[in-house]
């Protein structure tokens, strides 16, 4: 998906400052932003108090919306660069379409993973005729510098690793819990796991005292380590934990982020990451221009013109907590 927020400012994200070292427990609410004329989506990161949770920077939780009687998700060709997209399902299909020639439609707990390395474009959309409830969740991760110039590329994981326990089904989308991998190729220390709990589970997930974490809630009622965390809301955990202690009242879907914390301060703006506003500026021109990002064939309508930068320099804004 694509940050269609027309009132887009550059936030600058990463270093260590931001990071969290001790346990923490800090609910973090969304931001409802309009995509397009009907659809709203939940965006949980950047949030006012948290921009990253180790490498992850995005986080958009959509639906479930009911799209019996409508076109569902249509999102024009646009641009990215310096990250990863990953499209994550738990209900509906969306079809993706790139610059690279890719066409593939992704469905509930299939990996969609795009690196867009130096530059990419793609669209997506509601494939016709779709499933009658569309629920998912948008997520980006920040490359590093040393492989934010990579060569741009999709991938689709259908199959899955996963790791079971009573009351638990975890979907490994990208690193590694308690002993599965996923195969979506990463370029940070980072996980993203789909938590399945049934009604009454009371389990506890190991995890990495090295990576911060954080857990969003996409349906049901669950307690990540005894807080609450309602659909469309995510729970900042900090780091140093072993495990996350974890109950549902009703069955309940979950997804857990974390990774390493992202040393690198990074700029990011619209659908792109950098590290310099030149280089912003010049990806803007890019687009508008029609060069570098490549075209995305078969989409029907015009791609997404890049909102207008600020006049105002781009600057570190530093701390925000
Ligand atoms: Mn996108």
């Known amino acids: 998906m ?3 927020d027309r ?32 659809s709203e989506v939940r965006r949980l990161l950047p949030n006012l108090g948290r921009r990253m949770v180790g490498a992850w920077c995005f986080v958009d939780h959509y639906g479930p919306d009911d ?48 690196t867009s390395g130096r530059a990419i474009s793609h669209s997506e959309e509601s494939p016709r005729p779709h499933a009658r409830f569309l629920h998912g969740a948008q997520l980006w991760v920040a490359l590093p510098d040393s492989h934010r110039h990579t060569e741009p590329h999709f991938e689709h994981h259908a199959e899955l690793p996963r790791v079971t326990a009573p009351g638990l089904k975890a979907t490994l989308i990208l690193g590694s819990l308690d002993g599965a991998t996923s195969p979506g190729t990463t370029y940070t220390p980072i996980v993203g796991a789909d938590l399945t709990l049934a009604a009454g589970a009371d389990v506890r997930l190991p995890l990495e005292p090295d990576f911060e974490y954080a857990v969003l809630s996409m349906s049901g009622e669950a307690h990540v380590d005894g807080v609450p965390v309602l659909p469309g809301s ?21 997804m857990l982020l974390g990774g390493e914390p992202f040393e690198e301060e990074l700029i990011m703006f619209w659908n792109w990451i950098g590290r310099s506003q030149e280089e912003i500026v010049q ?12 075209e995305v064939k078969g989409y029907e309508g015009a791609p997404l013109p890049a909102p207008e930068l600020p006049t105002t320099p781009l600057k570190p804004r530093g701390r925000l907590r």
């Open 283 to 294: 990806a803007r021109r890019d687009w508008m221009e029609g060069s570098r990002f490549g």
């Open 2 to 4: 694509s940050n269609l």
């Open 234 to 254: 995510m729970l900042y955990l900090g780091c140093g934990r072993t495990e996350l202690p974890l109950r549902a009242a009703s069955d309940a879907g979950l």
């Open 67 to 114: 799209i019996a009687e409508e076109p569902g998700m249509q999102v024009p060709p646009h641009p990215h660069m310096g990250l990863q997209t990953v499209s994550w399902l738990h209900q509906g299909e969306v079809l993706h379409r790139d610059s690279t020639g890719s066409l593939q439609t992704i469905r509930p707990r299939e990996l969609g993973l795009m």
């Open 7 to 38: 009132e887009a400012v550059p936030a600058v994200c990463g270093g260590r400052g931001f990071v969290v070292a001790e346990p923490v427990r800090e609910l973090l609410s969304p931001r409802r932003v309009k995509l397009g004329e009907s």
